[in-house]
């Protein structure tokens, strides 16, 4: 998309230095809808290489019922896996406790599907086969490895196994589409699981890998599902049955396979040394669209509000929701689904805030200690003089609102922004940049706590010509360098403040 509207890894996003933490770029994408509750049911039988008893180490083709891989009432030696599995994650982490354990049902469905994600792909090694026989999640466990859908067809088990409804769970068999800087680098055979979560939202469990340096960092993949299969059903994304359709699912490499995006938080989590199981949860809520990172405060566009993104002025509003949202983590134990959605939207906000306002542009120009801003102190204090600022006083040409009635010249403006930070107008009617903003629902006027300080947003400058969402690029204030100089102040800035976030809870710090 031509916006630069930031998305949670904004101003973060594909960012590689040279001196600091590597990060690799978006991988899971997703360019079109995709209902994940299935296609059109179809006959379960599916032509799969199987070791058969006196064959020898041959694989033989076989037509088998796909729904026997991930049974709807999992196996005793599945069951006792995960209560094994689970009380590993117990004793490692103690909060963990009231999480996954109860009378009938853990009390946390996402709290066990992301620690059975992580137990299977740490636990289970991935190994591309001779004659790559599917294997049923007995034997994957026995043998200790297994290739893509052998872990997949395993973690869909577990996660029934644990008490997860199988309506709620599906393996997809399929391809990934991939590409490297725009340009198409092939497919891939590929299974995986898809969740539904506690939030109704699918989430695709991938594993998160420990290294991020990989030969594939710079590759991009777009889930292409084929088949999805549970306990009970098997769906069909496909009207006829292509040539190669029945080939064998094993053929993604394994190096590949590990490779999933890592964002800001992620890299703020490590910072503060925070528990394995929270990090995965994290790295989890990222998804790619359209390019573009996002997670619940971006994916939810139509119910856009902009104390949730430091949009169009709102910043002391923004930062009472954010700290608000905060404490709700600090108030929950670690993992808990409602803590850790309000520490999900509160980070978010927390990066918009360094991209989106001129907090750090100021903090530079008046030559103060590279700090994040305390919202609770409200220091570093800040002159905030747009009209002496060399850059600003310049900046003629930012606009104003489409439907600004009255009079104002670009000096009063830069008078009645003075002393306070701003962050550009967006999603004004008739005011749109672009696609997403001309669908995300215009800011009511209770976003505003008064009549004039409305009218004072409808003067700010648009988002895209002020805000620094990404690391390349220009915009009215900044051109190539001193935009990626921003970028780099505004991410550093931000890593602070999200790691200082994450540490204040009492099961981190």
């Known amino acids: ?43 379960p039988a599916e032509l799969v290489q199987r070791l058969l008893p006196g064959a020898g180490r041959r694989a033989v083709p076989v037509s088998m019922d796909l729904r026997a891989f991930v049974p709807s009432s999992p196996s005793t030696v599945v069951s006792a896996w995960v209560a094994a599995e689970l009380e590993r994650a117990v004793k490692a982490y103690d909060w963990l406790a009231p999480l996954v354990t109860g009378l009938r049902r853990p009390r946390s469905f996402d709290t066990v599907a992301h620690l059975l994600a992580d137990a299977v792909f740490e636990r289970i090694e991935y190994r591309q086969r001779d004659g790559a026989a599917w294997q049923l999640p007995e034997e994957t466990l026995a043998r200790g490895f297994g290739d893509c859908e052998d872990r997949a067809t395993l973690l869909g088990s577990a996660l029934v196994a644990a008490g997860i409804s199988p309506y709620n769970v599906r393996v997809a068999l399929g391809h990934v589409l991939l590409s490297r800087t725009g340009k ?12 539904r979560g506690e939030a109704g939202a699918w989430l695709m469990l991938e594993p998160v890998p420990a290294n991020e340096k990989s030969k594939h960092a710079e590759l991009e ?69 359209f390019g573009n990172v996002i997670d619940n405060p971006d994916i939810r566009f139509r119910s856009y509000h902009p104390r949730d993104h430091f949009d169009s002025g709102v910043i002391d509003e923004s930062w009472a929701t954010a700290v608000a949202r905060l ?6 134990p670690l993992m808990d689904p409602d803590g850790t959605n309000n520490l999900c939207w509160a980070l978010h906000a927390i990066a918009d805030f360094y991209a989106h306002s001129s907090y750090a542009h100021f903090l530079a120009a008046e030559n103060k200690p590279l700090v994040p801003f305390d919202p609770v102190q409200k220091t570093p204090r800040l002159a905030y003089d747009y009209a002496s600022d060399p850059v600003y006083s310049q900046a003629t040409t930012l606009s104003l609102y489409a ?20 962050s550009g107008r967006y999603s004004f009617n008739g005011d749109s940049h672009d696609l997403i903003e001309r669908l995300t629902n215009a800011p009511p006027d209770s976003a505003f706590p008064t009549a004039a300080a409305r009218k004072v947003a409808g003067a700010l400058p648009h988002h895209n010509e002020i805000a620094v969402d990404e690391e390349a690029g220009s915009n009215k204030l900044y051109a190539t360098p001193a ?16 790691a200082a976030a994450l540490k204040k809870h009492p099961a981190i710090g």
Do not use: C
């Not at 930031?6 to 973060?12: I, L, N, Y």
């Open 221 to 289: 993949f777009e889930y292409d599902p084929t088949y999805l299969f549970n306990g009970d059903h098997k769906w069909s994304f496909v009207t006829e049955q292509h040539p190669k359709r029945g080939k064998r699912w094993n053929e993604l490499d394994p190096s590949f396979h590990g490779d999933v995006h890592k964002s800001i938080v992620t890299q703020a989590a490590a910072l503060v040394n925070a528990p394995g199981p929270l990090r995965s949860a994290l790295a989890r809520t990222f998804t790619t669209l």
């Open 327 to 332: 404490n709700r983590f600090y108030e929950k």
């Open 184 to 195: 198409s680098a092939g497919s891939k055979a590929h299974a995986w699981v898809v969740y």
């Open 1 to 43: 998309m031509a916006s630069k509207r930031s998305h949670p890894s904004a101003p973060f996003k594909r960012h590689v230095a040279t001196n600091s933490p590597s990060m690799t770029r978006p991988s899971a994408v997703t360019l079109r809808p995709i209902d994940w509750t299935g296609g059109h049911i179809v006959s």
């Open 483 to 498: 935009f990626k100089d921003q970028f780099n102040l505004r991410r550093g800035l931000a890593l602070q403040h999200i």
């Open 403 to 422: 439907d600004w009635s009255g009079p104002i010249s670009f000096a009063q403006r830069l008078a009645a922004w003075k002393g306070r930070p701003i």
